[in-house]
């Protein structure tokens, strides 16, 4: 009997306590809440967005997946390679959701293989897979390295790149010595403006 009286006494301390509390907060009411309204905000998938404001902000330099050159003949600038550099709304550039605002001090570049011979390389240019590793920058030349990429892996096509200065030239090299891209006879690197 002793056992269940003090778990009921505590149980009964506690409830009294509670309305004590309740009767100390201005903001309780016992009478229930008006429900004119849902009780959360729930989002439908391909819902109609809100207008946000429609200024974009300018694209950050760096690779991208997004940019590629355009269905139309492109020259070999490079061995095994079509290079373009030019600004994003130019005509040799396809962007897949259309070009981003970039800033004036700013070029884009774009690659690819199709169409453009290749003799140590694969016969068919659907195979050749040329893809922008990364971005450099050694004094006032900008540097763009081209790996080879294998089957599945996500190709970087394109890329936002930095103006190079005023004594300085846009290169293509390749990443790795065994790359049949971007060879040129000599400096091992590729002058493409």
């Known amino acids: 009997m002793r056992r269940l009286l003090v778990p009921l006494l505590f149980g009964l301390t506690t409830i009294a306590c509670a309305g004590q509390q309740r009767a100390a907060d201005a903001d309780w ?3 229930p809440q008006p429900k004119d309204r849902r ?9 109609a967005q809100p207008m946000i404001n429609e200024t974009r902000q300018n694209a950050l330099l760096g690779v991208r997946h997004d940019l590629m050159l355009s ?3 492109h020259e070999a600038r490079c061995a095994c390679l079509a ?3 030019g600004r994003p709304g130019d005509k040799q550039f396809f962007w897949a959701g259309g070009p981003p605002d970039v800033p ?3 070029v884009v570049v774009a690659i690819g293989a199709r169409g453009v011979a290749c003799p140590n390389g694969d016969p068919d240019d659907r195979r050749r897979r040329p893809s922008i590793s ?7 030349d900008i540097i763009v390295e081209i790996e080879d990429l294998p089957p599945g892996r996500p190709l970087a096509s394109g ?3 930095p103006r190079p200065g005023p004594k300085g030239s846009i290169y293509v090299q390749a990443s790795k010595k065994n790359s049949l891209y971007a060879r040129s006879p000599g400096a091992g690197r590729c002058r493409v403006r």
């Open 71 to 73: 269905n139309d003949p």
């Open 29 to 31: 009411s016992p009478e």
């Open 159 to 161: 890329a936002i790149i």
């Open 134 to 140: 990364g971005v450099d920058q050694l004094n006032d």
């Open 83 to 85: 290079v373009e550099v």
């Open 104 to 106: 004036t001090d700013a």
């Open 39 to 47: 009780f959360r905000e729930t989002e439908a998938l391909n819902a």
